[in-house]
């Protein structure tokens, strides 16, 4: 069996790099605050509650793809669907990272 080679669709590789870049936005933005010292007073609670809102909204669209993709029976929708679950996924080890050090901190 021999398998052929497709040539890359440029538009959705173009899409997809800046799905996964906007889903690393909230990384940035988070540390963008740390550096700038206007995350607060417990600088460390913002962090963990920003990244756990954050978390919660990517995960929620990465799984939004499947009945995207069934109600409008296109099947572009999952080409995005790693883009925003796994950047979610980031976001939770920043999370728990976090609330790691706290607890080994005694905060």
Do not use: N, Y
């Amino acid at each position: 069996m021999v398998l052929k080679h497709r040539a890359p669709d440029w538009r959705w590789i173009g899409l997809r790099t800046l799905a996964h870049a906007r889903g690393l936005l909230p990384l940035a933005l988070l540390a963008r605050g740390a550096l700038g010292d206007t995350l607060g007073g417990d600088p460390v609670a913002a962090i963990t509650h920003e990244a756990g809102d954050w978390t919660l909204r990517l995960l929620l669209l990465g799984l939004a793809m499947t009945p995207i993709r069934r109600l409008t029976g296109q099947p572009w929708p999952i080409r995005f669907r790693r883009a925003g679950a796994g950047r979610g996924c980031i976001l939770w080890s920043t999370q728990r990272a976090c609330w790691a050090s706290c607890i080994s901190c005694g905060w």
